[in-house]
Structure formats: structure tokens, C-alpha cells
């Protein structure tokens, strides 16, 4: 009875390994057979699935989506033989896909390609990753795997939909699988551009290079596959420029590598390095008072900056653009792009300076003035700038000076309370110093002054009263009338003390001498008393004669 269980029990247990050998042979089977590109044919379109013959117990499952166009049509028909791939399985009915069939061909193809280039650069994508690492795509939808050692990236999600530059190390045909790398790309690239550079730098040479994009401070120019920065300094011999106006993206230039910082891998490059410098050019061919002809590159409020057209640029300031001293701004007299001729100043090639003018070139104003004017002319001219000591008035191209005491007889008038900017006023021109060039006018000169009228109604010798108004150490000076001043000397005091005199006190004097011309009136206190005692005695004498007179009359009588 033992015996009978044990061979029962023996004979399942061989019936249960049988049965579980077959389970996993066909799941065996199902791996091989898993990513396997199969061709099947379509034996039925349902709604949103397509049933494929794959040479299997049961057909295959195609979502209709893989091959439905962009209008929403089925792109195949019942019949029709369709590359797929077994993707899984579900209930023992394969999932295929014809997507990934499509990408298995690309892939066959291009390792068919690529089968001893596996040191080429490719553009890939990053779909997808894993623990392992990234799931990159080409353009035309071929996948590689990125590992994680190769990715040269401490955050894995720092690459996630970026497109980036990796190289193939290893096609594994029987897989099918491509492995590449970022880091053996970006080492490669770093060894390239080290060789480059130090070729650049040690040859010393003219090379030519791509503008691969320009900045406010200057250009990235790709010299070789390694770019280099064109600092705005480093393009032309006229000083900083704005790239801009010269250069576009794309251009070929040609440059001279000056300078590699090691540390932040940083290229110099420079153009003006690669070309012969102009400032050589012009040694000995340029002195100062040489006329040339500039053009008008760039005007600014204190100047402007002129091109020679050998990549030399001279600065003509705002002093030296016109002998109007009044020049409020350079555009009121050059516009940028005009030629014109000026004189130079200052020429100096090793501190690379060159100064213009152009007024030395220009007629001197007040040369022209002294052959159309002269002293004693009365002219009318326009009030340009008004002081507190006075007002400039233009008169042809200079301007003269109407000083505060000339420009009324009036000692508490001022310029700036008699006249306003632009005015037009007569003047007359009482001083021309051709040393200083300068002018002075005059406005009272063309009235009578208020002594010139008070003349007219007195004369030396007549006994005048008025106020004092200041004391000095040589004299006082008395009010007579309204703006009309006369002086006495202390010799001229007589008898009357000094110290008794105070400003506001009335004093009487006689009028030694009035000089109209230069404005002057003397007085003399001291002549007074002897004018006062001559009226005295022609007083004394005419009673006298008066009476002797008489005398004679009765006698005769």
C-alpha cells in the first residue's frame, strides 16, 4: 500500500516538473520572441484595434493609432503585410507595435552604417531615462543609451528634454543597441580645444574665423571649432567700437589669438592684431599744421571724433570747432558723415593721439573785425550773455564788453537790469586792445553825460552848494545833482577842518575847472573864501564910487 501512494506520488511529481518545465519553456520563448521583428499580416480592423497574424496560437494586438494618418485614416487594409514587434504579452495574446518596428529597422540600418565609426558625433535628445541611465533620440528617431557614467551631469534631471552632443563607444549588433557618451564627447572637445588654442597662441599667426555672435562688448569669433571673444577694444585701431555697426553673425574675419586664461579657458582674440597698424603708416608722413580731409564719424556734446579712412580716428573738440566762444553744441555746426578739412594740432603715435581743429583753418573773426571797425564807431550788436559786472554784445563774429558803468550815466543801473538775452542795442566801440583781442563798448557815450549838461549852465568860478557823499584820504567827493559828482581835494579844504566833515552834510565851494570831456568837476572851498572877499570889496568899492559919485554930481550942480 506504502509502495502504491509512494509510486502515485512519484508518478505527480513528475507530471508537476513536466509541467512546469513547459511553463517556462514557452515563457522562454516568449522573451526570444519579445522585441522581434516579425513580419505579420493584418487578418481584421476593429474600431481601435488591428489584429495581426504573427505566426501565432493567437493573433497579435496593434493599436489602430500606430498607423492611423493625420486625417485619421487606417494607412493599412485587411491583408496587408506589416512589419511589427512583439512589445508583450496579455492573456497569451501578443501586444505588437509597428512604431517600434520602425525604429528597429533604423536601428539595424544604422549600425549597418556606422559599424567602424563609433567615434562619431551625433545630436541626440534626451526622451527618457532609467536607473541606468538616459534613453537619447536622433532626429530620425533612432534611440541610443546614455549611461550614467557617461552623461558627465550630477543631477540626472538636469539633461531631461535637452538636446545634446555625445559620441558612439560601442554598437553591439547581436542586441541591436547602441551605447554613446557625453563625456567622452565634451573630453575630446576639451583635448581638441587645447591643441587649437596653444597652435593659436605658440604660431602666433593670422587665422580666419566665424562670427558666431556679437555683443554689446564685443564678438565670439569660432576659430577651429574653439571660440574666442573679440573684445569691442580689439577691433580697431580707432579705439572701442561698436561691433554692430561693422560686422553681422556669420562673417569671416580675420584674427590673431593674444592672450589664454587657463583658469576660466578663456580666448582673446583680436582683429586689429591682424592688420597692420595704421599709426606706422603715418609716422613721418604727418606734422603738425598739415591740412587734411576727415569725415564726421561720431559727434558728442564735447566734441566730435574724425575718421582719416585708415582706420585712424582724430578728435576735433568743441573749442577747436569755431572761434565762437558760445558754442552750445557741435551738431549746430558739423553732422556726422560730412568731410571737411582741418588743421592738426597734436599728432602723437606712440600714445596713438591725434588732435584736429577747425577753426585754424577758418578766417579769424576778429582779424575781420579790425579791417571793419574802429574805435569811435557806433554799430548795433546783439546781447549774447549777461554778467553781474556786465554784457557781451556780438558785434560781425567777435564780442565786446559793455561793462556795468558804461552801459548808463546812471551809477545804480546794471546790464542785467537794462537789457535781456538777444536784444539788439546801439553801442559805440570806445577801446580795440589787438594784443588781448579784446573790445569795449560803451552806451552812455551816446548821450550826453549828466556833466556835459550841468556845464551848460555853469561855469569855473561859480559858488555851488550839495552833499557830501564819500570821503576818501585825498578828497570828498560832492553830490552837485542827480548823478553828478565833484571833488575836492584836502588841499582844496582851506580852513575848514576834516574831521568835522561827514557824509549827508551840506557843503559850499567854488568851481575851480569842469571838464566835460572826461567828466570831471572840481570844487575848492579854499577859493571860496577868496571869491567871497573879492565880492566883498566890489561890494565896498561900488558903494564907495557910489558915493563920490554923488559927491561930484552936487558939486557940478
Not at 516568449?30 to 489584429?51: N, Q
Not at 496593434?62 to 487606417?74: F, H, I, K, M, W
Not at 575630446?188 to 558666431?212: A, M, N, P, T, W
Request: proline share 3%; glycine share 6%; charged share 35%.
Amino acid at each position: 500500500m506504502n509502495e502504491a501512494n509512494e509510486a502515485v506520488q512519484t508518478e505527480n511529481a513528475n507530471e508537476q516538473e513536466e509541467m512546469d518545465f513547459a511553463t517556462m519553456l514557452e515563457e522562454s520563448f516568449k522573451d526570444t520572441e519579445k522585441d522581434a521583428l516579425i513580419e505579420g499580416v493584418v487578418v481584421e480592423i476593429k474600431d481601435d484595434v488591428i489584429l495581426i497574424d504573427v505566426g501565432k496560437k493567437s493573433e497579435g494586438r496593434l493599436y489602430a493609432s500606430e498607423v492611423t494618418d493625420a486625417d485619421g485614416n487606417v494607412t493599412c487594409k485587411v491583408g496587408d503585410t506589416i512589419s511589427v514587434v512583439i512589445s508583450g504579452f496579455k492573456n497569451e495574446r501578443p501586444i505588437v507595435s509597428h512604431k517600434k518596428a520602425i525604429k528597429k529597422v533604423k536601428v539595424k540600418e544604422f549600425i549597418e552604417a556606422h559599424k567602424e565609426d563609433e567615434d562619431e558625433v551625433l545630436d541626440v535628445k534626451v526622451v527618457n531615462k532609467n536607473r541606468g541611465g538616459f534613453i537619447v533620440e536622433s532626429t530620425d528617431g533612432i534611440e541610443f543609451f546614455l549611461p550614467r557614467s557617461q552623461a558627465a551631469v550630477k543631477d540626472m534631471n538636469a539633461l531631461m528634454g535637452k538636446t545634446i552632443k555625445v559620441k558612439i563607444i560601442k554598437i553591439d549588433s547581436e542586441n541591436e543597441s547602441i551605447i554613446v557618451s557625453r563625456k567622452k564627447f565634451l573630453d575630446d572637445e576639451r583635448k581638441k580645444r587645447k591643441e587649437i588654442v596653444q597652435e593659436l597662441i605658440e604660431k602666433d599667426e593670422i587665422v580666419e574665423g566665424v562670427i558666431k555672435k556679437i555683443t554689446t562688448y564685443g564678438m565670439f569669433v569660432d576659430v577651429g571649432g574653439v571660440d574666442g571673444l573679440v573684445h569691442y577694444s580689439e577691433i580697431s585701431y580707432k579705439g572701442p567700437v561698436n561691433p554692430n555697426t561693422l560686422y553681422s553673425e556669420g562673417e569671416i574675419v580675420p584674427v590673431k589669438a593674444i592672450k589664454y586664461d587657463k583658469e576660466k579657458r578663456h580666448l582673446s582674440l583680436s582683429i586689429k592684431a591682424a592688420m597692420p597698424d595704421p599709426w606706422d603708416e603715418i609716422k613721418g608722413e604727418l606734422e603738425n599744421g598739415d591740412t587734411i580731409q576727415v569725415t564726421v564719424s561720431n559727434i558728442e556734446p564735447y566734441g566730435a571724433f574724425v575718421d582719416l579712412g585708415n582706420d585712424i580716428e582724430g578728435f576735433l573738440h568743441i573749442s577747436e570747432i569755431s572761434w565762437d566762444k558760445n558754442i552750445k553744441h557741435p551738431k549746430d555746426y558739423i553732422k556726422e558723415g560730412e568731410e571737411i578739412d582741418v588743421e592738426v594740432i597734436e599728432i602723437d603715435p606712440v600714445e596713438r593721439r591725434l588732435r584736429v581743429s577747425l577753426k585754424s583753418i577758418l578766417p579769424k573773426p576778429f582779424d575781420e573785425f579790425l579791417k571793419n571797425f574802429k574805435v569811435g564807431d557806433v554799430v548795433v550788436g546783439k546781447v549774447t550773455t549777461i554778467t553781474n559786472f556786465g554784457a557781451f554784445i556780438r558785434i560781425g563774429g567777435i564780442e565786446g564788453l559793455l561793462h556795468n558803468e558804461d552801459a548808463s550815466w546812471n551809477r545804480n543801473d546794471k546790464c542785467k537790469d537794462l537789457f535781456a538775452t538777444d536784444d539788439e542795442i546801439e553801442v559805440k566801440i570806445v577801446k580795440i586792445d589787438e594784443t588781448n583781442e579784446k573790445v569795449s563798448l560803451s552806451k552812455k557815450d551816446l548821450e550826453d553825460s549828466p556833466i556835459q549838461k550841468y556845464a551848460k549852465t555853469h561855469e569855473n568860478g561859480d559858488i555851488v552848494k550839495g552833499k557830501i557823499r564819500d570821503i576818501k584820504d585825498f578828497g570828498i567827493f560832492v553830490e552837485l545833482e542827480e548823478n553828478v559828482d565833484a571833488l575836492i581835494r584836502k588841499e582844496d579844504l582851506g580852513p575848514t577842518p576834516e574831521e568835522d566833515l561827514k557824509v549827508g552834510d551840506e557843503i559850499e565851494a567854488a568851481i575851480a575847472f569842469v571838464d566835460d570831456k572826461k567828466s570831471r568837476i572840481r570844487l575848492s572851498v579854499k577859493s571860496l573864501s577868496r571869491l567871497k572877499e573879492r565880492e566883498a570889496l566890489k561890494e565896498i568899492n561900488k558903494e564907495d564910487k557910489m558915493t563920490l559919485g554923488d559927491i561930484l554930481k552936487d558939486q557940478l550942480k
